[in-house]
DNA sequence: CGCTACCATGTTTACGCTGACATCGCGAAA
DNA sequence: TTTCGCGATGTCAGCGTAAACATGGTAGCG
């Protein structure tokens, strides 16, 4: 009389239908199940249709833990990413998802708190043992750390990383980018270009701010020092109110929209209108950034190539078999000038050209 | 002298190490490699070291298909959520994340596209296919849709959705949210508050609105129109342009951060200033919303302890068996106001108390 | 009419791991 | 000394699936 044991719930859960409860429903072989399961084409029609009730009236549904283990694939791929709270890249993750479900993958993501190599190494570890076709890493400023070994027997593919190529990698051309926001402003006049940029040990960063120096350097404008925030609009807003403070600054690219952000809302406060007195330029493209005061200027990624980039990618490494590493491609995404309201000609008086 | 078979590499990496491999390796049987791999007390240190050493030789990882197989345990949490682009949604995976790996667990994550039922079925269908021991489904307003079955034989926790309750849940107590923002617009002077919901698909949306409306009748405010936004900045500009044509709107509770950010703007632009003229508060306290302009009155989620609230949860139905269906339990998750500069007192003249 | 092909289906096996049980050896208690 | 017990290790089976191979029946062809 006691709780469990319970005969008449017929929900006597114990176990999942296999393969083989079906088979024995349907009176047929577990092979049969088989094939019906993986639509092979070989089993009469009618038999199917039996195979397929059966399946229906036990709930059937395949252990994907058996299947990896005789088939040695799973199915799934491992995404590595730092910070899925930063929008780009949940937008790249989002466009992970969409892909690989579309190849009928899915995905298992760990998010690695600390920058730290064992952090990336121990997450790296978790995947290749939770069973992954491959491995994708997003944004892996990381990677540059000499004794990060990604090589765990899984392809694996870097999203906007991986400066010694050692890995395929889909890139974002921050370079592009960050000359195309410079000479925007050049363009309007400005006599130089000063350069909000992201950490340090972000190479996406890095790229942006070593674009910048070379558009100014080939355009002859003089080379203002560098500041470096952390991406957040709190790091803006602390450099933006040493910047506002210096009279010669009229135009500000930033690294980051939330640079941007706080940087203007420092110029603000200082009493510096953004676009009159000071032009601001962003990068990401932010859904907000249309809606900021002013409206701003920035470079817009396209976050969604990237990440359907990165799986076919990965999907191309695994098909081929794990020989041929295959000239380990680099795909390279452009990302576009989106002109809003935070950039204007330079001021006459001031520093204009 | 074709370019396969080539024994030469010494990487003939046919088949990644077993139990197997190792235990020849050592000189022992594979069952006690698999003791030392789970760390069992009962072996000879001196085997022990024997079995490592022979482990890192061939670099041996144990295979999770295998183990799932024999344990019926996959040690892997689904996660259904929609648009991870969205900032909550993004904190709270980044927050189950978290919670998942400190417990042993990994995360399967399926971004669901489109709202429609078939395709969180379709979602969840994958998930448990793809071998989940339980389930997490963030923002499910979807699961208002009766057809909806996540009765999939693995537990289920809800975060943030499930009107009626059918699923443990973890909830945002928007209702207290809510009616703290309204709450704090009254006491600043405000006549009334008019409030731009979020699309009304949304439970959290709906019980936004539920509660600023009981809590302008709670101070016998009169209760203006509401309008529906779709949680971007986009909407909010929109239904904030109409907003900004009546002189009687002095206060606005915006149901997310975005739609606050909009309506801002186009205050801005009809020449309403915000807080001297309008007062706007926000919900979510985006990590930007300090440095809007002006910096943003709302209302702080506690996404963190969402996150590990549900993985908590969840875990705890896994670990008691299947029976004990156990008091389904909602907790509840209290959300802080945060005031900034986007409100003040009511102006003297129009429409003061 | 007899042989071959081929198709639907069944049987067997291996995948890698761990739980249950068996074995062996050694020290302690009687 | 005998016996018991316990700890270290080995043996074996089974998890659910799909590939490989086996079987048996039928249609087509000479």
Redesign the pocket.
Known sequence: MDQSETPGTARGRS??P???DVAALA??????V??V??NR????P???ERVLSAMRILG?Q??SA??A???GRFHVLGVVTFDVAAHGNARTLAAISRAAQRAGYSLNVVCVEDRTEEAVQQAVRQLTEQAVDGLIVIEAQILDRPGLDLHSGVPVVVADGDPERRFPSVDTDQAAGATAATRHLLDLGHRTVWHVGGPQDSYAARRRAAAWHAALKAAGAPVPPLRYGDWTAASGYEIGLELAARPDVTAVFAANDQLALGLVRALHEAGRRVPQDVSVVGFDDLPEAAYYLPPLTTIRQDFEEVGRQCVAQLLAQIDRASDTPAAERIVTVTPDLVVRASTARAPEGSAGR
Chains 1, 2 share one sequence.
């Open positions: 176990r999942p296999s393969q083989a009176g047929v072989s577990s092979q049969t088989s094939r399961a993986n084409s070989n089993v009469e009618e038999t199917r059937y395949r252990n058996a299947r283990l005789t088939l």
